[in-house]
């Protein structure tokens, strides 16, 4: 019954609650190869970090690399493996994941390291760690706040990840979340974006073609 039920509801709607709803992206074999396309293709002519706002052109420096919005040790987590050498050899489906550009954006080293495998959230106290750059974190909770420019962009990587590859959110973090979309909603550099990752690996990040679609997710 539970089954047919959830069934019925993916068919429907497309929400995750019973799993994921893509078969996710299948032209990229691994991360090294998608660190390639990322660079060479994806962001050829400069963009900006993620979580700063930091430009960058064509010949970025080694201050800025690739960070992973939903963490690959939750995606390790999910495959049931220790490192992430072992899940490479052992899982497609790891690997699908961890070259999935939906999921990467560029980063300054030095964030991208800090940040870790921390979850997104509300830090208080606005604490100021790194200048000009709007990051807070609460090394306690395992807790980082961006800065408003970039939450959209935070939710819409997490809900396409989690649909497409059943990577958990938990109930507190997906109505952050929902709340970080609807504040933060797409533009035309994101449609752009979209755009192009689908000519690179086939697949579209629906929650920027159709942001309304946020509100049947359930977590």
């Known amino acids: 019954m539970v089954k047919s039920l959830c069934a019925t ?5 497309f929400t995750t609650s019973c799993g994921p709803a893509q078969s996710g992206q299948n ?3 691994n991360y090294y190869d998608a660190r390639y396309v990322f660079w060479s293709e994806l962001y050829k002519d400069g963009g900006e970090t993620l979580y700063c706002g930091v430009r960058f052109g064509s010949n970025k420096n080694k201050s800025i690399n690739i960070e992973h919005i939903t963490p690959m040790a939750w995606a390790m987590n999910e495959v049931g ?3 992430r050498t072992e899940c490479r050899k052992i899982s497609k489906r790891f690997n699908q994941m961890e070259a999935d550009m939906h999921n990467l954006y560029p980063a300054l080293k030095t964030i991208n390291k800090e940040r870790g495998s921390h979850s997104f959230g509300m830090v208080k106290g606005e604490a100021r760690k790194f200048g000009k750059c709007d990051f807070e ?3 306690q909770k395992r807790l ?3 800065r408003d420019a970039s939450r959209g962009e935070i939710a819409r990587a997490m809900f396409y990840m989690n649909e497409t590859y059943g990577l958990k959110i938990f109930k507190r973090l997906g109505i952050t979340l929902k709340k970080w979309h609807r ?3 797409p533009d035309e550099l994101e449609r752009t974006r979209n755009d192009m990752i689908e000519k690179l690996q086939g697949t579209r990040n629906r929650f920027i073609d159709e ?3 946020v ?3 359930w977590f």
């Open 9 to 13: 509801l993916l068919l429907i709607s």
């Open 27 to 29: 032209r990229i074999d």
């Open 81 to 83: 493996c220790d490192d």
């Open 137 to 139: 974190i609460n090394y």
């Open 144 to 146: 980082v706040e961006p």
């Open 183 to 185: 504040s933060d909603p």
């Open 211 to 213: 942001p309304k679609a």
């Open 215 to 217: 509100k049947d997710l």
